[in-house]
């Protein structure tokens, strides 16, 4: 199923975990609905400058959200958010480029480690109303993941 016009739904829906486990990971009409917003409104924007866009993570059913120990409130699990990647842009670039040209809810750069370009991933999510505008880097200290203000590994 198509979302926009370079995004099919399988690449969100793609879980090696959800896999290995069995698991159905198929999303109902409302999140395809927040899906397709988030594909139109952030990443084809994305994608316009930065080029191809690979999805680490999209949509968590409830099941494989919990299988993988993410939080229940995530957004994940509503198809409003995912974790990105571009081959050829550092992920701290790509956050910092999504700060000053997309609108978004929530802006993550997550587990980024400085002079590694590839290390990490980014999360962006987006909702119909009300969008925060949160920037935050995320970042593993003692088995425990710390939030700071900003983009700023
Ligand atoms: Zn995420």
Request: charged share 25%; aromatic share 8%.
């Amino acid at each position: 199923m198509r979302l926009s016009r370079h995004f099919n739904l399988e690449e969100f829906t793609k879980s090696q975990a959800g896999e290995r486990l069995g698991l159905d990971n198929t999303p109902g009409p409302v999140e395809i609905e927040n899906l397709k917003r988030l594909c139109e409104d952030v990443l084809e924007v994305i994608r316009e400058s930065l080029g191809p866009i690979y999805i680490n993570s999209g949509y968590r059913g409830p099941t494989l959200n919990k299988a993988i120990g993410g939080a229940a409130t995530s957004q994940h699990c509503k198809g409003e958010a995912a974790d990105i990647e571009i081959p050829e842009v550092a992920n701290a670039d790509l956050a910092r480029w999504i700060r000053k040209n997309c609108d978004y809810d929530q802006l993550i750069l997550e587990c980024y480690k400085k002079g590694q370009p590839t290390s990490g991933w980014v999360h962006v999510s987006y909702k119909a109303t009300g969008n925060r505008k949160q920037a935050l880097t995320a970042f593993m200290s003692n088995g425990k993941m710390l939030y700071k203000e900003g983009i700023d590994p």
